[in-house]
Nanobody
Framework: QVQLVESGGGLVQAGDSLRLSCAAS????????MGWFRQVPGKEREFVAG????????VYADSVKGRFAVSRDNAKNTVYLQMNSLKPEDTGVYFC????????????????WGQGTQVTVSS
């Protein structure tokens, strides 16, 4: 497994931007497709964005399309989630996750999870 640590969360106002980072260690980072998920209390963890091993393919939930951008730097073993035009409904704990294939991200067939970072967007 790969170990994942998220950072970059915080409290922001609606319309602001944040960039989350997820640093990986352990197995070769570039072997994994990566995804971002979020969860609020009482609700299931939902898919936000995914990126292929090389970074050439990305996929987004409809709710964040056009506002969020996922990217990765395999030399730094890090995946990012740039979040722009944040809305109160984006509030939640954001988790990064690793999967063996790009298709596994949206199927939630995941190998490793990070511990999460809190994002709170005030109106």
């Amino acid at each position: 497994q790969v170990q994942l640590v998220e950072s970059g969360g915080g409290l922001v106002q609606a319309g602001d931007s944040l960039r989350l980072s997820c640093a990986a260690s352990g197995r070769i980072f570039s072997s994994y497709a990566m995804g971002w998920f979020r969860q609020v209390p009482g609700k299931e963890r939902e898919f936000v964005a995914g990126i292929s091993r090389s970074g050439s393919n990305t996929v987004y939930a409809d709710s964040v399309k056009g506002r969020f951008a996922v990217s990765r730097d395999n030399a730094k073993n890090t995946v990012y989630l740039q979040m722009n035009s944040l809305k109160p409904e984006d509030t939640g704990v954001y988790f990064c996750a690793a999967a063996w294939t790009y298709g596994d991200i949206t199927k939630r067939n995941l190998d490793s999870w990070g511990q999460g970072t809190q994002v709170t967007v005030s109106s």
